[in-house]
């Protein structure tokens, strides 16, 4: 990114490790639409010289001298977010806002990305997670961000056995949330969307019914399904401003909304005052940051180990070669009807 | 209540009592901002000749068949919330709603209330809790949406230990809020109000703090007593929509927003994007009616038995006699600066 | 239950309907190990001209005056578990020990269980549950007992994405166990028990590892296969009082052992003060009663529905016809290598 | 400690600093009953030449280059467990058990302790908080250990509003254990012990009946106070191991049982069969060594500050001066009638 709008190549000092810190080579890397908010939406603010990207599969080539469990060459899932461990957030449970609100976001958006041939990533102990010799790097990649994303919406949306659930968006983040969904005992899983493509994987993941909006108001189609009664949990994953105010229409009352969707217009999200029983309906409204670091990217690719989920699917468009980043965030950009995720794999 | 605007004496027929249910007659009575709302706002939609009144203390003067632990004679405390505890919402843990959102309650909303000289009580094994001897029925007649609203807010909250809280309104309800803060382990409490006498007793309750809207934007005040950081939880227990937002800016990553206030105007309640951190600040925001039922009113009447609360401080103006409960509702309608609440007991 | 060590068949007067209940006759049933341990082991003390058994699948024939939602002709799921909902304790969140401990369980332990040609069920609306058209109702009997019993594991064990765990016994409602792990997502699934059929079946429902204890130490195997870390979560489903000091050993330090298991044998469960950290090492030992109740099997109900379970893995033996009821039994006290669960399915 | 039974001082260099540690002087300590089972129990085995203690506050002498918050002559708390905030049992939650079970219990156990002239803080950012002006010193230290420890008992045990809690123990611990149910919203709080003065002293924490052993079966007391219903919660803060067996069976079902006892003897601690409702009466058993680190300090401190507790009726025994630690270790040994706490404060 060299500024609003416009990306190229740029040279840059190789990275400086502290005591606690890596140095890391991408081997698979993807880009995200945050990237492109970030580029061509402005959504952090103007930036100029910063190397791009969050997500990644990369090889150590140097550690600082307190780092005690990774060494070079070992090749680890890198996670967007990368906390302070011993910040009071950390401590009191929310890691990805060490340092303040969504500060344990550093990569590609308070310091240079993973776009580039080496990049840093801080607290390696507490950060990184060996890559399970059985995983395939450019599934892994997945790891960053997409899943922990799409798997904190059922955390967020507190899922219980037996849920009936709405997932807006089937995105590559949605479709991990319907996936996450399955993983929580979800039963009946209302995917909206209108893409095919996302439509069809989505399905495969779980969805049991696909709600398109170009068929109109979702909320009716909604309470159409549900005789009424509307849904236990909403996990939003996509969509503007207005996702919110449809969300409180079809939930229970009990119900939780998860949201893991970057709201990037207007000034205020609306809450629908009669329909959030005037203030007192039991429909709760949380929505947060993945949570990143070591431990959940061991957890969660424990995850792929197994089997529980396949990010394969997410994959529709494969590169290779440093280079070709800048097409797959292009292609990112354009969001061709086909496409999921692009992931790049680097040989070095 | 004869209809919107409208109050009076009406006569009507002894309530019928079902198999399970009970027939009691009001000793203590209070008005609630509630009734107001719904006489004279029309916030329950038109009303004809329905008996106001949902916070009382009675004795039983008749039980059905089916009723294994209450006899005519006892003394009993009636929760404003009466939910259908074999519900599926009672069963999944949000009895207010049973029937639907709000379902619970059923006084002076779906069926006559308690300002009459007999009321009748759904499921009273389920509903009524036995008088301590050693209460006070003008104060424990608290226990039936004061205490029960007020200690709410703390749980939506999820208050724990050391936690900074800002509670907005110190009406009888805010003052609970208080209470009730100081009893799951809130340390500082910045209580929002402009009236002497509430500020005075809140510090009584347990604020450590006034904080005076008059005095300027009270988010700004917040953030000025906490070098900048903002609360932990915020407990909204008065005002009109705009505290949702104030509430959402003062609170910090990760922090809880209890609602138990009643919103009467608007269409919408806002969230402020930004300060929501485009949707992924872990700021959480709950509202909902306070419970009800039997365990509860046993457990609260508990915490006024051992001395934890004392709501003899709410009770401002005092009446006696069953014809007094006009002018007390008049008092919470016009509501003069040292009124905090009135109480109304009767002899029968 | 003639009386214990002794069974046959018993004439009864047909069971009195009171105002909120109803009264069934079974369409599906199945014996239950509780069954076998009531009879033959005295589990529940003398009791003599006791009909058996509860699980099972039923047509409503009668309804009390009160009851709302069901008449008589609706098919419907009865789970083994039917409380009180009115009772202080589920008001507590506990239904089934409402009336004190494991006062839910009624069947066939405080009054006539399923296996009549008439049976009784107390609060209709609230702990029944109508069957599904799609459903077999030899495949739902399973959701009476087994599959809440099973999935209850992981709710006691407070499952969490990416979990590790070890399901001790590999009987029905420890597969119900395993497949309930990994619909609250855990990863790794060390399932423990000796019998092929039960360790194929295991694999199918998502065990990674069978651990078999005939080839030594449990404990020691686990901690072989998890580079000496242990396990996130236990379930408890089979074996005598040893499992629980097992379970402590190779539990990580803020680890959750899940019992769903009945403990017949020994005058106490023992602890192993070392390795549970002299008292400190957040080792939580939970055991319980599964929930029962008709939200509960309306939301087990619907992960059938959707394919999250399939029970029918677990049908090893299908009889037909009520007088084949007794032969259903003796399968399950003899409990042959090839047996899974037997269900007998009725025509009237 | 100059190993098991034998006490003096010794020399040691002054410990080196890494770039995220701090060096401390104490301004005041406190010996616990954990340095007595060290010493004199050889609870942690055999040590030799280690310097005891692990409650203190201090005053920064260095800082390591990394450290961000702190600096030379910053008075501050030290927590008696000062974890490593980037392992993965950090990241999971339960930070004490940082590097293994318990491992976050660094002084006087794997390292030195805080009686000498300087002491070593691992991870200050993570592990300090500075003393808030308003604060006593000797009062301050009880948060090191007693203050965390005894409030954790609450949290283990998930107290609720209005919740009856046995709180088994009144030493130092016990007492915070009380001082912590009554900031949870405990109402009925009984409390086992039979030394006068500590007696006294739970009832001004908020304790509502002293429950002596020597007056008979603490199980029969409890039951007869609760016309045999049995307490919600147990608070276990001293006694030996029977005082498990108790705790069951005074429990009600659904009850939990919050261990903060160091357990030192027998091989087991043993749960009753029949009264944990043979395995499913829900009747949950937790234990944990108490969080340290900063965040927990900070809250904690502001308890105090805001005149929640009040921390100085635990200090009996003041005394002043480095040379005087001897003397109050002896006296907690010892442990005469009047004791409670005693406490050391240093000028330097």
């Not at 969050?54 to 977010?81: W, Y």
Request: with cysteine.
């Amino acid at each position: 990114m060299l500024g609003i709008g416009k990306t190229g190549w740029i040279e840059k000092e190789k990275p400086v490790c502290g005591p606690i810190d890596a140095i890391c080579r991408p081997i698979a890397v993807a880009p995200c639409t945050s990237d492109v908010h970030t580029v061509w939406e402005g959504a952090l603010g103007e930036k100029s010289n910063m190397i791009l990207g969050h997500e990644s599969v990369g090889e150590i080539v140097e550690v600082g001298m307190l780092v005690k469990d990774f060494k070079p060459g070992d090749r680890v899932i890198v996670p967007a977010i990368t906390p302070d461990w011993n910040s009071v957030e950390a401590q009191g449970g929310y890691s990805m806002h060490s340092g303040g609100m969504l500060g344990g976001w550093k990569f590609s958006n308070i310091k240079d990305g993973v776009f580039g041939e080496f990049f840093h990533v801080n607290d390696a102990d507490g950060n990184l997670a060996l890559l399970p010799d059985s995983l395939d790097p450019a599934a892994a990649v997945m790891l960053s961000d997409m899943v922990p994303t799409g798997l904190h919406g059922s955390e967020l949306a507190r899922m219980e056995y037996g849920d009936t659930v709405c997932v807006i968006g089937i995105g590559p983040v949605g479709l991990m949330g319907v996936a996450g969904a399955v993983l929580r005992g979800a039963s009946h899983i209302y995917a909206v969307g209108s893409r095919p493509d996302c439509a069809r994987i989505a399905k495969e993941y779980g969805a049991t019914d696909i709600i398109n909006y170009k068929n109109g108001d979702i909320v009716k189609q909604i309470m159409d399904k549900t005789n009424g009664n509307g849904v236990d949990r909403v996990i939003l994953a996509g969509g503007g401003c207005d996702t919110l105010e449809q969300s409180v229409k079809m939930l229970k009352p009990g119900g939780y909304i998860g949201n893991i969707n970057y709201f990037g217009d207007d000034d205020y999200l609306k809450i629908p005052r009669v329909e959030w029983g005037v203030g007192m309906g039991h429909k709760t409204i949380a929505g947060g940051l993945m949570p990143g670091g070591r431990l959940r990217m061991e957890k969660l690719a424990s995850l792929l180990v197994t089997g529980r989920i396949d990010t394969s699917k997410l994959l529709t468009h494969r590169f290779h070669g440093f280079d070709k980043i800048e097409e797959a965030l292009m292609l990112m950009k354009d969001k061709p009807a086909d496409l999921i995720k692009p992931v790049v794999t680097i040989d070095w």
